[in-house]
């Protein structure tokens, strides 16, 4: 099965396709678990879960394994939604979270709050200073689309943004008072689900949530663009409310994520890449499939931060970026083979 002008799809059976990344997120998940300082077999892992066996186990699976296992699952699942969202209604394959700034104004709400001195990046302080960044580059976001409803409009708007809070961002690391202020800013922006609690689980998870709920409500909406602007719109599309779903969803879920695990990259903009060959081209159909993948993706580049041998623990965003940015030599490589064969 060939769709013009895009790689052939394998085009595998949805809920096949469905079942096998479930079962492999499971998998992924429990030896997110298992994955640890200390040494605990699967068995008292799994009892210690739900509250039995020796107390210092409950305490390690609950309290500290738990919490960044539900973090790399809920953020993971938050970038990949969004990011096949982004890609489905703006038709650019390169959309991803950042294209609409909220992940770089977070990083600078949380920054800022790093270089003031208020909180460590550890304190629950530095989530809600994300949050609020986010939640106002949003809200400049949606004045601007609010009067010219344009895809290009959305697209300028949200990388001036974008690279306005990244510029604000790399002036706070210039002008920080002292070498271990700028450290610790330069390592939070690197991203980490490491010693993070249930409290950050508790602060993100409402924001998540509600980012699932309206993201997924875009899915026919989606499929009407495919056919055209004017065909949506005669099958009830409303684009500018649909241009404040995407942008409010991505928004919410975003900024939760950054304001907990630091800025995460390449996974929204990579994940609808590897699910949609399988899959189906049809935007509506990749939501699903690109919220577990990108879920399981995350869990796993957790679990190879924790493998990897160093003096102190690799952050999660170089993972991820090293994950990426091969992946998109790969598919230049694809898409000049494609086109060849095309001419």
């Known amino acids: 099965m060939t769709k013009s002008g895009s790689q052939p799809s394998l085009a595998l059976d ?15 998940a429990f030896l997110s678990l298992l994955i640890g300082p200390a040494s605990i077999s699967a068995r008292h892992v799994f009892f210690g879960l739900f509250g039995f ?27 990949g939604l ?28 949380a920054s800022a709050v790093l270089y003031l001195g208020a909180a460590g990046a550890l304190s629950i302080w530095l989530p809600f ?6 939640f106002i580059s949003a809200t400049i976001l949606l004045a601007l689309v609010s009067r010219d409803g344009r895809i290009v409009t959305l697209i300028l708007a949200g990388l001036a943004l974008s690279s306005f809070a990244s510029a604000l961002t790399a002036l706070l690391l210039n002008l920080a008072p002292d070498p271990f202020a700028a450290l610790e800013i330069a390592f939070w922006l690197l991203g980490s689900l490491a010693d ?41 599309t409303d684009p500018q409310k649909l241009s ?33 060959p399988l899959v189906g081209y049809d935007p509506g159909r990749t939501l699903l499939p690109s919220a577990l993948f990108g879920a399981l993706l995350l869990l796993g580049a957790d679990i190879l931060v924790r493998l990897i041998p160093t003096y102190s623990e690799m952050k999660l965003g170089v993972i991820t970026a090293l994950i990426g940015v091969p992946f998109f030599f790969v598919l230049v490589f694809r898409e000049r083979q494609f086109a060849r064969s095309e001419a």
């Open 14 to 28: 949805r809920p096949f396709c469905l079942l096998i990344i479930s079962g492999g997120l499971l998998l992924i």
């Open 53 to 79: 066996g020796d107390e210092t186990i409950v305490i390690i699976v609950q309290q500290i394994r738990l919490p960044r296992t539900l973090l790399g699952f809920m953020i993971g699942a938050t970038l």
């Open 82 to 109: 969004s990011g096949a969202v982004l890609q489905g209604f703006t038709r650019n394959p390169l959309a991803s979270p950042s294209l609409i700034g909220t992940s770089n104004a977070a990083a600078f709400g």
């Open 129 to 134: 200073a994300a949050i609020v960044a986010a």
């Open 196 to 236: 993070r609690s249930m409290v950050h689980v508790a602060l993100a998870a409402p924001f998540i949530l509600l980012s699932w709920v309206i993201l997924w409500r875009t899915r026919l909406h989606l499929q009407a663009l495919t056919l055209g602007r004017d065909v949506a719109v005669t099958l009830g």
């Open 244 to 276: 404040f779903m995407v942008i409010g969803g991505t928004a919410l879920g975003v900024g939760a994520a950054v304001a907990v695990s630091g800025v995460v990259g390449f996974v929204g903009l990579v994940v609808p890449h590897i699910v949609r």
